[in-house]
């Protein structure tokens, strides 16, 4: 399967602080993957470093063929605003611009004039039709992370990576927007790694990637929310073969590289 992100033996150092260690983990196109570990476990500064918006000490980043180390720092945001989406768990809206403006605003930065109707499809896609002239403020904490996820999806990313997009969220509009998600990627294709802390989130992915200390820590491919939770309270227990078939595995004897690019189907 093709992949659309890769890194390979990532670093990404603050002062004394490893935040990212040697990490090395390839992304299939179409594939929705979680990103779980402790709080000050890398998932942050992963998820910067493989979108552009932080660069890493030492390794390679590639996004939808280009890679991204040594970019200017141009070209690096020329190519985060056409190919990358980036959703954040506090939303990001401009408070004082409508709906469809802050989704237009993408198309905006990258000098083309937003098309009202590739606008309102965006807003449509993600159940907001008939909201296009709200403010932020008149909107529900869902729906202004949907015109979040509108905004991220405009310019048609390659990838699109989400930071705790429901962190913000209560549970029932939480699952509303991770069923969004999920069906971006069934129906559209769209390739989606989203870092979350909430196992029942997690569920929503086709794998799940553990990061500890700043490397990866194992993987769940196929994971229910109760194998995700069972790995987190217990990482090592999970590292043998699983007995149900469902793809556990820890990475002891194999190093902290893994890769994640198998498809849907692993
Ligand atoms: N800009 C920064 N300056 C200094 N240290 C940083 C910076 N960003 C991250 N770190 C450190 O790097 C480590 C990893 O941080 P990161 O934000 O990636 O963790 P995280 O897994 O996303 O945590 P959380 O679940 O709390 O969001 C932490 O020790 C953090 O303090
Ligand atoms: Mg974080």
Redesign the pocket.
Known sequence: MDEVVRLWSVRRR??A?T?LDDVTIGFGAGTFTAIM??????????LQCAAGLDRPDAGRVEVAGVTLTGLSEGRLTRLRRERIGFVFQAFNLLPTLTAEQNVGLPLRLAGRRPDRATVRRALADVGLAGRERHRPGALSGGQQQRVAIARALVTEPAVLFA??PTGALDRATGHEVLGMLRRLVDTAGQTLIM?T?DPVAAGYADRVVF?AD?RVAGRLDRPTPEQVAAWLAAPTAATGPDPAGRGAQGLGGVGHGVDVAGGAAC
């Open positions: 603050y002062g602080v935040a570990g402790p709080s000050g476990s890398g998932k942050s500064t992963l930071d705790e870092v802390h990061l700043g």
